[in-house]
């Protein structure tokens, strides 16, 4: 079975079990930033839910989550990307807060994430204030984090992205011969950023605007009301996010990155992807776990000059 089918096939299969007897849900920390991958996981994420007749009961940022969520009844969905154990801390923080104040009878939902515990401080936070959770469950989208995890999360699951449950991506035809994906955040190890690189386009300011507010919301709550619109209206500022990366990535014939969703979204538009490791082997645990028997249209090397 080709690649893209058989990918989409897996993660439909990992979310109907991830979500097995959930009809309702409130979704939790929508990426609310120019992270376009965190986009196409936002958008995957949803179309599941559409797919298989899971209404969305709120939909919120991190910092924009309205107070009733925490006193839901209700089975509550944690975004997925991203990095579990740490690694961001005002997003760990935020997750590890919802746990403990959430019902203990209320379903917790961690979306497929990678795990990295920059610290053992950093693990024992997570293993104090996350994953003694009654009623949690956990995806993990690399074998490595499954293994970091089995024996603290009695519910976990390994699962792939939800950038496949989006299927063959349509994009323009390419421009030139190679585009260059370079993360220039903590994930780094600098050896992909130059003059011919990119990141993830820049927000609209609209889009700037409406982050910021969320965040401000966090420390004003009277603010929260104003971030309370409907589902749709925050997939459609994911839908912008994806497109404008999808049409970055869509310039080169190659795509050469170090960026894992760069990778996911170069693969399913069709192109070929040459990868590049980011600080802690992202990419290369999930090419491991997931496509060793696919022979996807993906190669990897050290350096870009090789």
């Known amino acids: 079975m080709p690649y893209l089918e058989t990918m989409r096939r897996r993660a439909e299969a990992s979310f109907v079990e991830l979500h097995r007897g959930v009809t309702e849900l409130h979704y939790t920390q929508f990426p609310d930033h120019r992270n376009s991958g965190d986009s196409a996981i936002a958008l995957g994420q949803s179309r599941f839910w559409k797919d298989h007749g899971i209404a969305v009961r709120t ?11 925490r006193d ?9 990307g991203g990095n579990l154990g ?14 403990e104040r959430l019902p203990a009878d209320t379903l917790l939902i961690q979306a497929p994430q990678s795990v990295v515990f920059p610290t053992e401080a950093d693990r024992r936070a997570f293993s104090r204030r996350f994953a003694t959770r009654p009623r949690l469950r956990v995806a ?9 995890l089995h024996d603290e999360v009695e519910d976990l699951s390994l699962s792939p992205d939800a950038v496949h449950l989006l ?15 370079a993360r220039t955040d903590e994930e780094t190890t600098g ?9 993830w386009p820049r927000d609209p300011v609209d889009l700037r605007a409406h982050e910021w507010l969320g965040w401000r919301a966090a420390k004003h709550p ?7 619109r409907d589902h749709a209206a925050w997939m459609r500022r994911a839908e912008r996010r994806f497109g404008a990366a999808v049409r970055l990535i869509a310039r080169g014939e190659v795509v050469i990155t170090d ?5 996911l979204i170069g693969l399913q538009m069709g192109r070929r992807v040459i990868a590049i490791d980011n600080n802690n082997r992202k990419l290369s645990n999930y090419a491991e776990t997931w496509f060793g028997d696919l022979q996807p249209t993906l190669s990897f090397e050290h350096t870009l000059r090789q």
Request: charged letters at 20%.
């Open 259 to 263: 960026r894992l969703h760069a990778m």
């Open 140 to 148: 993990v989208r690399d074998q490595a984090s499954f293994d970091l």
């Open 72 to 80: 839901s009844s209700i089975p509550v969905v944690i975004q997925g």
């Open 86 to 99: 740490g690694l961001y801390p005002v997003l760990s923080d935020a997750r590890y807060e919802l746990a």
């Open 191 to 199: 050896g992909l950023v130059g003059t011919e690189s990119a990141d």
């Open 222 to 228: 009277a603010l929260k009301p104003l971030m309370e």
């Open 167 to 181: 299927g063959p991506i349509c994009a323009p035809e390419p421009t030139q011969r190679r585009i260059v994906i």
């Open 59 to 69: 939909t919120s940022s991190a910092g924009s989550m309205p107070e009733r969520v």
